[in-house]
Structures are given as C-alpha cells and as structure tokens.
C-alpha cells in the first residue's frame, strides 16, 4: 500500500476549495470574490506544481 502525501493532499484540497469558492462568488454575483479566488486558486496549483517538480 502506497504511503499518503498529506501536505501534498491538504494543498490539493485547498485549490479545490478555491475553485468552489468561485463558484459560490458567481452565484453571489460579485466579481472581487470571483478574482480573489481565481486567483488564490491558481497561486496554489502553481505551487503545488512547482512542489511536485522540485520532489521528482
């Protein structure tokens, strides 16, 4: 059985959230949260990619 990244999982979990978090600010109908996300979101992924990289 493979051991479980958690840092690594937690980072995942967090970049989904900001997405539903998009999500939730489209129906809230207010662009500052929509970007605010969006761009949370994507600063995370980026450096959980570049994380990943540096490890493999």
Known sequence: MK???VPMLLLS????AMFV?????????SIWLVLLFLF????????GISR???VT
């Open 3 to 5: 051991n479980i990244n």
């Open 13 to 16: 979990i967090l970049v989904i």
């Open 52 to 54: 990943k990289k540096k």
């Open 21 to 29: 978090g998009v999500g939730l600010a489209i129906a809230l109908r």
């Open 40 to 47: 949370l979101g994507s600063v995370l992924m980026s450096f």
